[in-house]
């Protein structure tokens, strides 16, 4: 496999770290990163105009306003992921605080009802496979989560994609088998409203043991 390639644009021999691939082919682009860059600056500021309405209209397609509509939405959720990582110990506080209140209990037992209609769907002979299968995969009951196994009565039925952003996810099966798991009621709650991919993002330390 080849370690090195020329730029055919400044003509240096360069790693091919220093170069995009190719989806289709799999293969490095012509330019290095560097050139690849000048150039697409260069094309877009000697066609800005052109460019800026072609952009114009796409927005206005409904494949436009599709994707510009998931790209804010992912970008929300990010915001909203880094705001919850490096303020993790004043919201805390500030939860447990409101929890000891009257509209912090009213709001919990809200919550609690929306949450058992949402799970309306759900029913034994799935939660027990999802044990069953657990216990067979890893010879004793194992959090999904941080893979240690679990004692009784700390376990929880984890959804791996939660059930409140269930609409970004239409394809997928909320209740389904394939979307469940068990975890630590600690974990469950530690892991909130975040994907079991936004989870391991957070905390890959956990896919190493």
Not at 81 to 89: A, F, G, N, P, S
Not at 113 to 120: Q, T, V
Not at 176 to 189: A, E, K, M, P, Q
């Amino acid at each position: 496999m080849k370690t090195e390639k020329l730029c055919t644009k400044c003509n240096n021999v360069k790693a091919i770290n220093d170069f995009y691939i190719n989806r289709k082919s799999g293969c490095a682009v012509a330019y290095c990163k560097v050139c690849m860059s000048a150039y697409y600056s260069e094309l877009y500021r000697n066609n800005r105009q052109r460019i800026d309405n072609r952009v114009a209209r796409w927005r206005h397609t409904d494949l436009g306003k599709e994707c510009v509509k998931m790209f804010n939405i992912t970008q929300l959720h990010k915001s909203k992921l880094r705001y919850r990582i490096d303020h993790k110990d004043n919201i805390y506080q500030y939860k447990r605080l409101w929890n000891q209140t009257f509209r912090g209990k009213m709001s919990r037992k809200a919550a609690d009802h929306r949450r058992r209609l949402l799970e309306a769907g759900l029913d034994l002979e799935t939660v027990q496979r999802v044990y069953e299968d657990n216990v067979k995969k890893y010879g004793t009951l194992t959090c999904c989560l941080c893979f240690d196994s679990v004692a009784f009565g700390e376990d929880s039925l984890e959804h791996l994609i939660p059930l409140v952003r269930r609409e970004e996810f239409p394809n997928v099966d909320i209740n389904g088998y394939d979307n469940l798991g068990v975890s630590h009621r600690t974990c469950n709650s530690k892991k909130g409203i975040l994907t079991i991919d936004e989870w391991f993002e957070l905390h890959s330390e956990h896919l190493f043991k």
